[in-house]
């Protein structure tokens, strides 16, 4: 069974620093993409930012170029998502997915979701 465990949410001040992680077992290959969406309050979830389990190369949305940074430990087969500077905007639910590459993610053909946390930015 693949499964996918997000975790590090919480509340945050304005400027402040979270750390998500995004735990995977169960895969069967190790080829894959792992990726982060958010989803604020509205209809459209946004892509936020992916890494290549092949590979190692990255993408992140412009609207958080600079201030996230996503990395992989892959002895513990976790992708973390590191969130400086965060701004209201961020705030939302923060889903950990996975595809089969970034093409696939690209077109939304996603595998596997794992459970969201949340993220709030408020003073």
């Known amino acids: 069974q693949v499964q996918l465990v997000a975790s590090g949410g919480g509340l945050v001040q304005p400027g402040g620093s979270l750390r998500l992680s995004c735990a995977a077992s169960?895969?069967?290959?190790?080829?894959?993409?792992t990726c982060w969406f958010r989803q604020a309050p509205g209809p459209e979830r946004e892509r936020v930012s992916f890494i290549s389990s092949s590979n190692g190369n990255t993408y992140y949305a412009d609207s958080v170029k600079g201030r996230f940074t996503i990395s992989r430990d892959n002895a513990k087969n976790t992708v973390y998502l590191q969130m400086n500077n965060l701004k209201p905007e961020d705030t939302g639910i923060y889903y950990c997915a996975t595809a089969d590459d970034g093409i696939n993610w690209l077109a939304g053909l996603i595998d596997h979701w794992g459970q969201g946390t949340q993220v709030t930015v408020s003073s």
């Open positions: 169960g895969f069967a290959s190790d080829t894959y993409v």
